[in-house]
Structure formats: C-alpha cells, structure tokens
C-alpha cells in the first residue's frame, strides 16, 4: 500500500510530550474560581486504521467525478478549512482562495455554508455536527445517531464523528457531482443514498477494487467486505488522531506551566469575566455545544431546497421547526480560530478582529456590514447579496439575536485577541501523503 513515509513527527512527539505533563495536572481552577470542568477525553489511536483514513481522506476516489476529496476544503493549508468564506465544491479547481470555476463544468451554486475546522473533534464531548446541528447523537435512534437521513440511516457507524464526515459525498454541489453526470450523482438524484446499490455502495464498490486499499482493509478487519461505514470509520480516526489540538499555550499554562503573556492573561481575565465570552465560549475548547443567534449577515445562497427561490438561512429552525432557534447556529469552539478565517456560518468576516467586534453590537454590526468583507470566490450568474439587500430579512436577523450591546476599549479587544493567540496549536503530524492508492492527484 502506498504510504506517506511519514510517522508522527518529531513536532508532534514533542506535543504528545507536553500534552502528558498537561494531563498529569487534571484539571485546574482559575484564580478567580472559574472552572473548566474534567479535562476532555480522547480515544486511543490505532495507527494502522489512522494511516488508512489519512489516504483515504486525501483521496478524490470518494467524490462522484473523482475531483475532490475531503481534504479540497479542510486543508492542513488553511487550519483545517479553505480559507473562503463559501466555497467552490463540484464545478471549482484549485484550493483555497485560489479556487476558481471550471469553464467546462460551471458549478451550479456555492456551497452555503463555511467549511468549519476540524480541530479537536475527536474529543467525547463533540456530538453535534454541522452548523445547525441536523446530525447529532441521539441514543433513541438508530446507531445511536440522528442525521436527515432518519430511518434509512445506515448502521455500523462507530461514532457521531465518523456519520458526519461522510455525508458530503451525498451533495451534488460538494462532492457527489451534478445530476446524471456519474454513477453517484445519477443516485443522488434518484434518491438512492444508503440503500443497497446507492451512492453509499457505489463508493465503496471503488475503493474495494483498488488493491492497495483492499490489502489494508483486510489488515484492519480480515476476511471482511469494504462497506461504505468503514470507510467513514478509518477517515474519522484519522481525524481524532491528526488534528488533537490540546497543547496550547492556554493548556501548558492551565497546567502550572509557562504563564501566558501580560495581554493574553488580561484577555483571559475578560473572556471568562466581564466580556461574558464565556456564557456560549465555555469548557476546555471554549464552546456550549448549542447553537445561538447573534445576527450574523446573510451571504449567498442560504440554505435552501432547489425548489425555493430565497437565500435565507434560519439555522437551527430547520433541524427543529422552533421559532426560538430562527437564525440560531452552533456555538464554534475556538482552538486554532487564529488559523481558521473566514468566520460565521457563512464566512461573513474574514477577519478575526472583525468578528470579535460584531458581538459587541451584533444588530448595529449587521445593519452596517459592508458586503466586501466576505472572500467568495469568482462565480457568473449569482446573487450573493439576495438576502443581504432585503431589508426584511436584515430585521428578521436582527430580531433574533440574544446578544445585547456592551462596550470594551480598544485595549480590551487587544487583549481578547491575544487570549485567542493563546488558544494556538497547529497540532502537525502526519500531514498530506505523497499519492495515494488510487493515484488520483493529491491536493498540496
């Protein structure tokens, strides 16, 4: 089997090494009595099983033209995500901001949404996915796990990480291709995602014909046929194992180790004090797991069916149908976000200054927002300001956000960001394998 080379790096052993001291000191109070709570808990890694995901999720053999693969818009390049406020999937070439439109194969729309960092999913304790949660655990339903595929969801899923990673494979504008232009797309359409012979099983057909992956399924799970959950299952160790991120400067300090910096230890005084970050920012990877709104600006397409003609995006209201969660999305954690620009659900601020601002006054931030601060890239023919220009839509938005306006000095968002600074670590391992077994072309 075609390998990267690579063991975990000397970097890496370097943080295996401090994370240890970190553990070995449990879990820390701050000086003002704030706690963090038990420190968060991660699965040990089988190596064998995360250097097959790392193929795998670098591999274009999972998407349905053989174009694109997990990593087109997570990439280690870009902390994990592209760098885009809403990308380019099926119809883009390239990566990250420098993704441009095929000529011969236009896509039909952005995707609507930003593609969020992977940082720390591994962890226990992260059980909701993407932004407006419609994939979660749920011990009531099948494999334990709610996803919009309800009761066709297919069993043999190992965690809620592992569903999550391979739903993309089912949209025709990330992964799975337009209508009718390949044998995944044509399934899509015809509504034949995790039944037999669906786009689930065609994937799979693929990897298991190719010998190289062949051989190192049948290492990890002898005599056993490639199904469609094993792969997800393999690509979400390799994301448990590459992007842990629990070494920060924040950890070693929590640990009794070097103190922050003077204007990181402010901002840490403010984050979990008078700025009230931490009311939705909280826990070790400062995030509630809920989802909040705090009028964000809509861009793009919205979330909507091909059928509908807006560009709206109610957020959690579609998952649940309570007025209560219109416009609400899930609280991001904020490992790396110094790494993981554009910010929002839509990648409406790219930067981080920006964004931090925008909590202080969110419907006075929305009203003024300026259009140009999204990075989206070139796309003929769309309206990405349809909900934008609406002035309805704006009060809608703005009518829903729980965040009232407070004032902090220059100083004060200074510090903040520095805190955030603090929150850094890039976590480098395995990193991107030189082929792959199905010799596709690797995205650098």
């Not at 705090?294 to 091909?306: E, L, Y």
């Not at 927002?369 to 809608?396: M, S, T």
């Not at 968002?413 to 077994?437: C, H, N, S, T």
Request: contains cysteine; proline residues 8%.
């Amino acid at each position: 089997m075609p390998t990267t080379g690579q063991q975990p790096n000397r970097q890496w052993r370097k943080r295996a090494c401090v994370a240890a001291f970190v553990v070995l000191f449990g879990s820390p109070v701050f000086a003002d009595s704030i706690e963090l709570g038990p420190r968060p808990v991660f699965p040990e890694p089988d190596m064998e099983r995360v250097l097959l995901g790392q193929l795998l999720f670098y591999d274009p053999i999972l998407s349905g033209n053989r174009n694109i693969s997990c990593a087109t818009c997570h990439h280690p390049k870009f902390g994990t995500s592209d760098n885009v406020s809403l990308a380019l999937g099926e119809g883009g070439l390239g990566l990250g901001p420098d993704r441009r439109t095929d000529a011969d194969n236009l896509p039909e729309q952005r995707l609507p949404r930003n593609a969020p960092g992977l940082w720390n999913l591994g962890a226990d304790e992260f059980t909701v996915f993407f932004h407006d949660g419609r994939l979660e655990a749920d011990g009531e339903q099948p494999n334990g796990i709610r996803t919009p595929l309800g009761s066709d969801m297919t069993l043999g899923f190992q965690s809620v990480l592992s569903a999550q990673a391979m739903f993309p494979v089912l949209s025709p504008d990330e992964m799975a291709g337009h209508y009718s232009e390949n044998d995944v797309s044509r399934a899509v359409r015809m509504g034949l995602l995790s039944q037999p012979g669906g786009a689930w099983d065609i994937i799979a057909a693929r990897v298991a014909v190719i010998p190289d992956y062949a051989a190192a399924f049948d290492r990890v799970a002898p005599g056993e046929p490639i199904h469609f959950t094993d792969i997800a299952n393999v690509i979400a160790d390799f994301i448990v194992f590459e992007w842990r991120a629990d070494a920060s400067p924040f950890d070693i300090a929590m640990a009794g180790g070097a103190p922050l910096g003077e204007r990181a230890q402010r901002g840490m005084t403010l984050f979990y004090g008078e700025a009230g970050c931490s009311s939705c920012h909280a826990g070790w990877f400062q995030t509630d797991h809920s989802f909040h709104a705090i009028a964000m600006p809509q861009i793009g397409p919205g979330k909507a069916a091909r059928f509908e003609d807006h560009a709206r995006d109610d957020g959690r209201f579609r998952v649940t149908g309570r007025i209560a969660d219109a416009y609400a999305f899930r609280t991001p954690s904020l490992r790396n976000v110094t790494l993981t620009a554009p910010y929002g659900h839509n990648g409406a601020y790219a930067e981080l200054e920006d964004v931090v601002r925008h909590h202080l006054n969110p419907r006075a931030s929305l009203r003024a927002y300026e259009f140009g601060a999204a990075i989206l890239p070139k796309l003929a023919g769309v309206n990405d300001r349809k909900a934008f220009d609406d002035p309805v839509e704006i009060e809608a938005i703005a009518a829903a956000s729980i965040l009232q306006p407070m004032q902090l000095p220059d100083a004060d968002i200074a510090a903040l960001l520095a805190f955030l600074k603090a929150l850094e670590d890039p976590a480098e391992r395995l990193g991107v394998p030189d082929v792959v077994p199905s010799g596709l072309p690797v995205d650098r």
